[in-house]
């Protein structure tokens, strides 16, 4: 355990759905992440957000929604995704302005049919 | 050219051999240099992170940054199979106080009893 809860581990949707993905830490930290990992593809930074601010996006298509209500929950609203979309999505969270570990989550499995 | 260069392998080696895993970046604004271990279905977890050029050294593990050549290496020594895994080299700029983390691909890498 991280300190770092995704949810659902795992997701099946179809295109035309709407579904969310949460994120939650346990660790005092005030900065939080979205990655996507697919297949023979790099680990690729989607938001940023500090202090609850979001101070990156990553040329990230608008059917990705992120919501940062406090420091510590972080979701991902998804709606009219494509079968591209099907990858690992990783939340991720630290201290702003500290130079220490990034903690991940265990990743939501996101399939879309 | 992407940021960040990884060969994804897959590595293979016999238990005990000494495990020499490389990556190259493009990028002189990145300020820290990071090596994460990945399982199978789990959240990448940091080994190490260095933000000079040298060595550091944690146990098994010794992590190298040639600066100049832009050139990061990451060595294990007396493999263990626990040791397989994929490893993800990360270089991490910092946006308004956020870590901003460019992975390369990762090398899946096995370790044979």
């Known amino acids: 355990e991280t300190g770092v809860t995704q949810t659902p581990r795992h997701l099946v949707m179809g295109m035309t759905n709407k579904k969310s993905l949460k994120c939650e830490q346990h660790?005092?930290?005030?900065?939080m992440y979205w990655y996507k990992q697919s297949a023979k593809k790099p680990l690729e930074l989607m938001f940023v957000?500090?202090?609850?601010?979001?101070?990156e996006n990553n040329s990230v298509p608008s059917r990705f929604s992120p919501e940062c209500p406090n420091s510590s929950h972080l979701f991902l609203h998804l709606h009219t995704l494509q079968p591209e979309d099907s990858a690992l999505y990783l939340c991720a969270s630290s201290q702003e302005n500290r130079n220490t570990e990034a903690f991940f989550g265990q990743g939501t499995r996101l399939t879309v049919v | 050219q992407k940021e960040v260069e990884q060969d994804p392998g897959p590595l293979s080696v016999p238990e005990g051999a000494i495990v020499s895993l490389n990556c190259t970046y493009s990028n002189s604004a990145f300020q820290y240099f990071m090596w994460y271990r990945q399982y199978s279905r789990k959240g990448p977890e940091l080994l190490m992170y260095?933000?000079?050029?040298g060595n550091k050294e944690d146990g098994r593990f010794t992590a190298q940054v040639d600066k100049s050549s832009k050139y990061i290496s990451l060595f294990i020594r007396d493999s263990q199979p626990s040791d397989s895994a994929t490893y993800l080299c990360?270089?991490?700029?910092?946006?308004?106080?956020?870590?901003?983390?460019?992975f390369g691909q990762g090398t899946r890498l096995t370790i044979n009893p």
């Open positions: 957000y500090s202090l609850e601010e979001r101070v």
């Open positions: 990360a270089m991490m700029s910092i946006i308004q106080g956020a870590q901003k983390l460019v």
């Open positions: 260095t933000y000079s050029s």
């Open positions: 660790l005092g930290h005030n900065a």
